[in-house]
C-alpha cells in the first residue's frame, strides 16, 4: 500500500528515522553509563515500546495507571507509573497490575497515599515497589527535597507491603528553555536538591538504586548527573516541532534525533488565495503556540481552521496546492497527536510496511 | 455506581440538562418552521445522535466520512456530510455508504469533484444526493456565491447519478461573535449571498428543497432567514465555555442552552500553594486562549500543566482541594473535548445511568 492509499488525516512514523533514534538513545545512555526507561506517554503504543525496550531500555515509564495496564497487558515489563495513584479504585487496580507485572513501580509524595498503598498492597498480598517523588521546581507532583523527602523515605521503608526502590525527580520546567547551555543551567540548578536528597538517603540508609529523571530536552544534560541511574526521556523517539527548536549541544535546533512522525492530509478545496486540507485540531496537538509545519512542500503556510480544516495560505503562488494532492506535515507536539489516533501507519518512505495500534489511546485513567 | 468511584479523568453528561436543551432546540425549530439536522462532529457519539433524532432532527450532520460510517451503522439516517470528499477511495467508500444508507447528502465545490463523484457513482450503481458548498466569508470551503456557484450547480443537475437537493452555507466566522446584536449582523450580512444564490438556483430551475446552515451561536439569528430550511447547529446539545461567553439574545451570556458536558478529575498531590488534578492537555480541548472552569467549586483556578496535569491555585486557602477529592470542569469547547474519550458517562445527579460509546471519536478519515 502506498502513502496516497491512506485514508486521511492519518499518523504517519518513518521506520528509518525511528530506528536511528531508538539507536542514537542506546548509544549515548551506553557511553554516560546510564539506564533507559523512556516515557511512552509520548506514543501509548506497546509495538514502539517493544522496539525501546529490544533496543536497551529497562522497561517503559507510564503517566497513568492506565496506560501501564495496557502495556503490561501487551508483554511490557520494567514499568514506572510517574504520577500519584490515590484513589481507591486506582489504588486496587495497582495491587492487581502489580500481580501480574511485579516489577511495577509507583511515586508517592504524600504521607496519607503511602498509607493507603500500604494497606492495600497487605490485603492483596503484593509488594508495591515504590520511589519517592521529589519536587525539583516544576510545580506539579512531589514531596519538598530534604527533610520533608526524608520523612517520606522512612515511612514508605517502614511499610512491609511496600518495596523503597529510590526517587524520581522531573523538572519539566526546564524540558523546553531554549539554548542548550541555558538548559544546562536552569536543569542542573533545579536537579540538585534530587542530588542532594539523594545524599541524604544513602547516609540514612535508605535505597536509592533508582534516581530517575530527565526530559529530551535535558537527555544529555542530566546523564552529566553522577546520581542519576536512569533516564525518563520520551519524545526523542519520534521527535517534534516544540523539541526541535528548543537547540541542542550542537546549534540552534536540536537535531540529535529525527523527525520521525507526520500527519498526511488531503488537499479538499482550492480557491485563489487558498487551499483547505482535511486536518483541523482533531488531527494535531493544539496546546502549543504555533501550527504544524509542511514537509518538505515549500509554498503554503499551515493554520487552523476549525475541527476537520486546515488552511494554506499560498505564499508561493507557483506552488499552489491541486485538488486531491496528500501534504505530510509535522506535528507541534507529539505526545498529544499519538493521543488522537488509533493507529499509527509505518512507512519505509512512502510504502506502507506496518500498521501499530495506540493500544494506550485515551487511556488517561 | 456514583460519579466518585468513575476512573479519572472521564467525561460526564448531565442526562436532565441534555434533555432539556433538546427540548428547547426542538421547540425553537417548530416555532420557527425550520427543520434540524444537528453536526454529529460535536459528539461523535450515535446514541446522542438516535436521541436528537427522536426529539425531530431529521438526521445529523457530519464533518468527515468517516463519522458517517459509523452513524450509518448505527442505523442513524439522514446523513449530510459538510465536508468535501475527493480521493478516489474516500468517493468509494462513499457509494458504498450511499447503498447502505440511500438518503446521505455530500457537499461539492468544484467541477473536477463533481464529474469523479457522477463517474463513480454510476459505476457502482448509486444516486448521490449532493448540495453545492457555498462560500460565505468563512475562508474554508465552498464556491463562491452567485455565478460559478450556479455554474456548478448546472454541472450537478446535469449528471445523470447526482441528484442535487439544493445548498450549504456555513459561515463559521459568525459562530462567536461577541454579543448577539452584532453576531445578528455579521451573519445576516454574510447569509446574504447564500439567499441570493438561492434565488438564482429557484429561479434556473434547480432544486432548493434543503438550504442548510447554522451554528450554535446562530440557531436563533439563521432562523430569521426566510430561504434557509435546516440547521446544523451542533454544540446546542451540550454547550461549553466558548459559546457560553458569546452572548445570547437575551444577556451576556448564551444561557438558552444548559452547560450539560464537564470533565470530572481526582486531586491527587496538594502541596502549600497548589493542588494537582489528574486533568491535563489530554483531558480537555486545548484551543481556545482560556482554561477549563471548576463547576460549583470556588477558591482554585485551573491552569493546563502538561499532558496529564492540571494546577489549582488556590486563590482560597480555606477552600484548599484535599488530596483525593473529585472536582468537575467545563471544558473550553466541546467538540474536541468528546473526541479525546472512548465514552460518555451519563449522569443523573451523580448517579451513573448509562454509558454512551463515543464510537466515532478519532473518525476523521
Not at 539523594?198 to 534516581?211: N, S, T, Y
Not at 526521556?233 to 529525527?258: H, I, K, P
Not at 482535511?278 to 509554498?299: H, N
Request: glycine share 10%; charged share 25%.
Amino acid at each position: 500500500m502506498h502513502r496516497d492509499e491512506i485514508p486521511t488525516p492519518a499518523l504517519l512514523l518513518d521506520r528509518d528515522r525511528f530506528e536511528r533514534n531508538l539507536a542514537r538513545m542506546a548509544a549515548h545512555v551506553r557511553n554516560t553509563g546510564k539506564a533507559l526507561r523512556p516515557h511512552a506517554k509520548t506514543h501509548r503504543c506497546p509495538e514502539i515500546a517493544h522496539r525501546q525496550v529490544a533496543a536497551g531500555a529497562l522497561g517503559v515509564a507510564c503517566a497513568k495507571l492506565g496506560e501501564a495496564e495496557v502495556m503490561a497487558r501487551a508483554g511490557v515489563r520494567g514499568l514506572l507509573i510517574t504520577t500519584e495513584v490515590v484513589a481507591p479504585g486506582g489504588i486496587r487496580r495497582l495491587t492487581r497490575l502489580t500481580g501480574e507485572a511485579a516489577d511495577t513501580m509507583i511515586v508517592v509524595d504524600h504521607p496519607d497515599n503511602v498509607r493507603a498503598l500500604a494497606s492495600a498492597a497487605a490485603e492483596d498480598g503484593v509488594t508495591l515497589n515504590v520511589l519517592v517523588d521529589i519536587h525539583v521546581g516544576a510545580r506539579r507532583t512531589g514531596v519538598e527535597p530534604g527533610e520533608p523527602a526524608l520523612a517520606l523515605g522512612r515511612l514508605v521503608a517502614e511499610q512491609r507491603a511496600l518495596r523503597l526502590r529510590g526517587l524520581q525527580g522531573y523538572a519539566g520546567q526546564c524540558a523546553h528553555v531554549m539554548g542548550w547551555a541555558a538548559r544546562r543551567d536552569a536543569s542542573h540548578k533545579a536537579m540538585a536538591p534530587l542530588m542532594e536528597t539523594r545524599e541524604r538517603f544513602a547516609g540514612a540508609g535508605l535505597p536509592v538504586e533508582i534516581v530517575a529523571g530527565a526530559s529530551t530536552g535535558t537527555y544529555d544534560i542530566d546523564s552529566e548527573l553522577a546520581g542519576l541511574t536512569e533516564l525518563q526521556s520520551g519524545s526523542y523517539c519520534v521527535m517534534d516541532l516544540d523539541y526541535r527548536r528548543v537547540g541542542g549541544r550542537a546549534g540552534a535546533a536540536l537535531t540529535d534525533f529525527e523527525m520521525a512522525l507526520t500527519v498526511v492530509s488531503t488537499v479538499v478545496s482550492v480557491a485563489a488565495d487558498r487551499a483547505m486540507v482535511d486536518a483541523g485540531l482533531k488531527a494535531f496537538s493544539t496546546d502549543k503556540p504555533f501550527p504544524p509545519e509542511a514537509v518538505e512542500r515549500p509554498g503554503v503556510e499551515y493554520g487552523f481552521a476549525g475541527d476537520e480544516h486546515g488552511r494554506l495560505t499560498i505564499v508561493d503562488a507557483a506552488r499552489a496546492p491541486r485538488l486531491g494532492e496528500r501534504i505530510e506535515f509535522f506535528p507541534p507536539h507529539c505526545d498529544p497527536t499519538f493521543n488522537l489516533y488509533d493507529r499509527v501507519w509505518v512507512m519505509r518512505g512512502t510504502a506502507v510496511e506496518a500498521v501499530w495500534e495506540i493500544a494506550a489511546r485515551g487511556r488517561s485513567d
